[in-house]
């Protein structure tokens, strides 16, 4: 099952890249993210970063500021592995691993749960990440995925 699941979200990843991204691009999906989360009475966090500056944030109602702490801590999951936070929680529950020391990462930095999408150009690499907070991580990585493959197929 679970490495259904990891190929699953693998392919995911592999399937959900982008012509390009942008600060508008950016705008955009963080809007129809805040539509999908309210539509669904989600209390979260939704931030798309780069490495360097936050495109797009939002804290809707009932989130907490820990939200906005797990949300840069999945962040910096993806910007380290290149991978969804949801793929590395995936494959380190199998092997029996978690984010700390073993893998030279503080835990007070990175959190290997789900909740952050590489955003990938395609020829490009990954640019930035998406990240929802405030679910449990396959809800968090799911509305991303919903709401990213919408974007993908309209981007063509």
């Given at each position: 099952?679970?490495?259904?699941?990891?190929?699953?979200?693998?392919?995911?990843?592999?399937?959900?890249?982008?012509?390009?991204?942008?600060?508008?691009?950016?705008?955009?999906?963080?809007?129809?993210?805040?539509?999908?989360?309210?539509?669904?009475?989600?209390?979260?966090?939704?931030?798309?970063r780069t490495p360097s500056r936050t495109l797009f944030h939002a804290a809707?109602?009932?989130?907490?500021?820990?939200?906005?702490?797990?949300?840069?801590?999945?962040?910096?999951?993806?910007?380290?592995?290149?991978?969804?936070?949801?793929?590395?929680?995936?494959?380190?529950?199998?092997?029996?691993?978690?984010?700390?020391?073993?893998?030279?990462?503080?835990?007070?930095?990175?959190?290997?749960?789900?909740?952050?999408?590489?955003?990938?150009?395609?020829?490009?690499?990954?640019?930035?990440?998406?990240?929802?907070?405030?679910?449990?991580?396959?809800?968090?990585?799911?509305?991303?995925?919903?709401?990213?493959?919408?974007?993908?197929?309209?981007?063509?």
């Amino acid at each position: 099952m679970a490495n259904e699941l990891e190929d699953e979200v693998a392919g995911q990843e592999k399937k959900l890249v982008l012509a390009r991204f942008d600060e508008t691009d950016a705008w955009d999906l963080g809007q129809r993210l805040v539509d999908r989360a309210l539509a669904l009475d989600a209390p979260v966090v939704i931030d798309i970063r780069t490495p360097s500056r936050t495109l797009f944030h939002a804290a809707l109602p009932g989130s907490a500021p820990d939200n906005d702490m797990w949300a840069r801590r999945k962040s910096n999951v993806v910007f380290h592995f290149h991978r969804s936070s949801y793929a590395i929680e995936l494959e380190h529950r199998r092997k029996g691993r978690t984010i700390g020391p073993e893998l030279g990462l503080n835990l007070t930095d990175y959190a290997d749960h789900g909740g952050s999408f590489p955003v990938r150009i395609r020829h490009v690499g990954v640019v930035a990440a998406i990240t929802v907070s405030g679910l449990a991580s396959k809800d968090d990585h799911g509305l991303i995925v919903d709401v990213l493959t919408a974007f993908v197929k309209e981007q063509g």
